[in-house]
Nanobody
């Protein structure tokens, strides 16, 4: 059983940076695709970026301009470095293992509890 724990959220100013961490228990984690999502109350959860077991990376839209996803296999950790933060980045950020997109919704058997990011203007 894989459990994911996010950390690193908090309050940042516009233009600032935060680094989110997703640490997993379970050795099988290293073979999972891991994705970062974010959700604003009242809105759909949206994917930000993903990284597969081989290090292949995908970003949704323009996130790659400011965010960087990376993976440390030895630490069982996937990080999301967020730079040039904007107030619209305010959300709860989640990591998920092996998410799948079905019928307009993301599903995963492995979600973290989320870490809150607030960007002040």
């Amino acid at each position: 059983q894989v459990q994911l724990v996010e950390s690193g959220g908090g309050l940042a100013q516009t233009g600032g940076s935060l680094r989110l961490s997703c640490v997993a228990s379970g050795r099988a984690f290293r073979y999972y695709t891991v994705a970062w999502f974010r959700q604003v109350p009242g809105k759909e959860r949206e994917i930000v970026a993903s990284i597969n077991w081989g290090g292949g990376i995908n970003y949704r839209g323009a996130f790659q301009d400011r965010f960087t996803i990376s993976r440390d296999i030895a630490k069982n950790e996937v990080s999301l470095q967020m730079n040039s933060l904007k107030p619209e980045d305010t959300a709860v950020y989640y990591c998920a293992g092996d998410p799948v997109y079905v019928g307009g919704t993301w599903y995963s058997d492995y979600w973290g509890q989320g870490t809150e990011v607030t960007v002040s203007s």
